[in-house]
């Protein structure tokens, strides 16, 4: 493969850069490969706690940067949140106009290697969007990936995250060099393709698509037998493939297209704060602490708190959000808290 490359693009030393038509695409391209935007990212700033049962829950300060090591999980929860509410609220307002979409399902469409030579990134993105609509995507959100991890590396990477008891996915193990390589360039080959969480009908089955267009294609949503995803898996998608997008400073991470366009469905969007609520039914309290120490020391009773007058009340931010097809009067309302990025709520329809 490097020396396929290498005849490809001869001027490049490194296999992981690849001078394209509008873009070089490197590893520093990948969310959580930057510099730190601030010494304090991703630490509490302050909690919100319930004289009742003690309960205390962090708030973290996060940059919002997909670039901040520290930050850009949260930056992914964030769009992810968005994406989930946008478009479930699409599918519900097409439903009430009178079109059932179909299934919401998560497509992958990769790129094949006779087309990587002077990759555009825009003309083939616009290619995933047409050949999408081909197999029976009728709208939806689409993101470029640039990198897979190398197949030869799959396995030891998820072996020495077992074998060090840690918790996390295999990009972190990239983040971290787990195996211990010269560079963490040295685990991932360019290999473009898009994930495509849309409206699904089956137009066209994935071995026609393959001998018209040279492209695969793969319904993650049916391979993993979850079918059709609900708003909280939407949202578990985007968090995910997030974190290791091709990463655009100034531009979002997600086009929406088709029946999905912002030219297509309009959104309403109104706040409301209220009084946040503890688990157990009582008013929780905004308090200073600066560590997650602190605030385990408050949940085994070592620390007490005491409240007073310069304790106020803590609020959640609930955002509203009404979709309507254009060219209709149906409306959907939906709503998510904004008290720090959780996956989205329920949906209510009017």
């Known amino acids: 493969m490097a020396s396929e490359l290498s005849s490809l693009y001869p001027a490049l030393n490194s296999i992981t850069s690849f001078i394209t038509g509008l873009a070089l695409f490197t590893l520093q391209s990948l969310p959580g490969f930057g510099k730190k935007t601030k010494d304090y990212c991703n630490t509490v700033t302050s909690a919100d706690y319930c004289p009742s049962c003690h309960r205390t829950v962090g708030h973290y300060y996060h940059c919002k940067n997909f670039m901040c090591p520290e930050c850009f999980k949260s ?14 609220g699409c599918y519900s307002a097409w439903l009430l106009f009178g079109r059932n979409l179909g299934y919401i399902n998560h497509i992958e469409l990769s790129v094949p290697e006779s087309q990587y030579r002077c990759f555009d990134k825009n003309k083939m993105t616009a290619r995933a969007i047409k050949y999408s609509k081909q197999i029976g995507i009728s709208g939806g959100g689409i993101v470029f990936h640039a990198f897979r991890i190398k197949k030869e590396y799959q396995r030891p990477i998820q072996q020495a995250i077992r074998a060090a008891g840690k918790k996390m996915g295999s990009w972190d193990g990239v983040r971290e060099n787990i195996l211990g390589l010269p560079s963490p360039e040295d685990y991932i080959v360019f290999s473009p393709h898009f994930h495509v969480v849309g409206f699904f009908r089956l137009k066209q089955k994935s071995n026609q ?7 695969t294609y793969k319904n993650i949503s049916w391979s993993k037998g979850r079918g059709s995803e609900n708003k909280e898996g939407v949202f578990k998608i985007y968090a995910y493939i997030l974190t290791h997008h091709y990463h655009e400073p100034g531009k979002q991470a997600i086009h929406y297209f088709g029946t999905a366009s912002k030219n297509k469905v309009s959104r309403e969007t109104w706040r409301e704060l209220k009084d946040k609520k503890c688990t157990c039914g009582e008013q929780m309290y905004r308090i200073a602490i600066w560590s997650e120490e602190r605030i385990q020391q408050i949940q085994d009773g070592t620390y007490k708190i005491e409240l007073d007058e310069f304790n106020p009340k803590s609020k959640i931010l609930i955002v509203h959000n009404r979709y309507r097809v254009r060219t209709s009067q149906s409306t959907v309302d939906t709503f998510y808290k904004d008290d720090p990025p959780d996956p989205p709520g329920s949906t209510v329809v009017y």
Do not use: I, N, P, S
């Open 209 to 215: 698509f393959y001998k018209k267009t040279g492209w």
């Open 75 to 88: 930056a992914a929860r964030q769009a992810a949140t968005r994406a989930a509410d946008y478009l479930t």
